[in-house]
């Protein structure tokens, strides 16, 4: 992993916000959960192609490189699906694509990158089964301070019955007093 070097106020900064988040839709990451996706908001602060990238090829891609190459493009493609869930849920759609589809391309990725890792291999784990959290924390970020959801409710419906997403359920909680219900269809949970 790449070292990241922060003023540390930023950083303090990030890991409040990031504790709120989780705070305001119910989530708890673990220490180490919550310090990764601290340091995955700081070093993609800089780089607003990130959600420019085809993903599915840059995940297949990885595949065919050296160990190191591989588990640097597994990392990445992971920390992008994750913050495109997360904070940018609307490009999915402008995509014609599922938020679902970078939830469980990202889940991939970090299994993946667990398996080829005998370090940090629990961490990344750990990412692949609490994605769904982690995203919700992000979701969660964009509403702080602000009246506009993150997830209009049709994207928050798809997405909760697809996830379980609890910030997907809050957000349609906002925009209705009926109870949602998951539907049986051929997606996977």
């Known amino acids: 992993m790449s070292r990241i070097v922060a003023p540390q106020g930023e950083m303090a900064h990030w890991q409040a916000l990031v504790a709120e988040a989780g705070s305001h839709v119910g989530v708890h990451l673990d220490e180490e959960l919550e310090s990764y996706l601290v340091f995955t908001l700081m070093r993609y602060l800089s780089r607003p192609d990130m ?66 890792l005998t370090q940090l291999a629990d961490l990344f784990e750990r990412l692949a089964r609490q994605f769904v959290n982690a995203m919700d924390v992000l979701q969660a970020m964009r509403l702080i301070g602000r009246d506009t959801p993150a997830l209009d409710p049709l994207l928050a419906w798809d ?31």
């Open 51 to 116: 959600a420019q990238r085809a993903l599915a090829l840059d995940f297949l891609q990885a595949f065919h490189e050296h160990a190191t190459l591989r588990n640097e493009s597994l990392r990445d493609v992971g920390d992008q699906c994750l913050l495109v869930s997360g904070l940018f849920p609307q490009r999915a759609r402008r995509r014609r694509t599922r938020v679902g589809y970078y939830v469980d391309l990202g889940r991939s990725a970090y299994h993946n990158l667990a398996e080829g």
């Open 159 to 189: 997405l909760w019955n697809e996830t379980g997403s609890r910030s997907a359920k809050q957000a349609l909680a906002r925009h209705t007093d009926g109870q949602a219900i998951h539907l049986a269809s051929s997606r996977k949970h």
